[in-house]
């Protein structure tokens, strides 16, 4: 029998970690965990994805995103012509 230990609702704040993953890269049964820097990105170290929480309008560069923006785009151009 599996049993998960979940954390209990009487942890203080303080006690959790925030992860961030990369959306593309898989490392287990798991999505891989971003490296944070100091000025607030965090950054994969196999496909070069990133993320910065605290601004809205950035857009990642990396490969996988790149293919998502041209899918995006080649499906509105087919969908409002």
Same mark, same amino acid.
């Given at each position: 029998m599996l049993r998960?230990?979940?954390?209990?609702?009487? +942890?203080?704040? *303080?006690?959790?970690?925030?992860?961030?993953?990369?959306?593309?890269?898989?490392?287990?049964?798991?999505f891989k965990e971003l490296i944070s820097y100091k000025d607030g990105r965090f950054v994969c170290? +196999?496909?070069? *994805?990133t993320v910065r929480p605290g601004e809205i309008s950035y857009q990642c560069s990396c490969r996988g995103c790149l293919k998502m923006?041209?899918?995006?785009?080649?499906?509105?151009?087919?969908?409002l012509r």
């Open positions: 998960v230990k979940l954390p209990s609702p009487a +942890m203080k704040t *303080h006690d959790t970690q925030v992860v961030i993953r990369c959306p593309y890269c898989v490392l287990g049964f798991d170290e +196999m496909c070069a *994805h923006s041209n899918a995006d785009a080649t499906l509105q151009s087919r969908w």
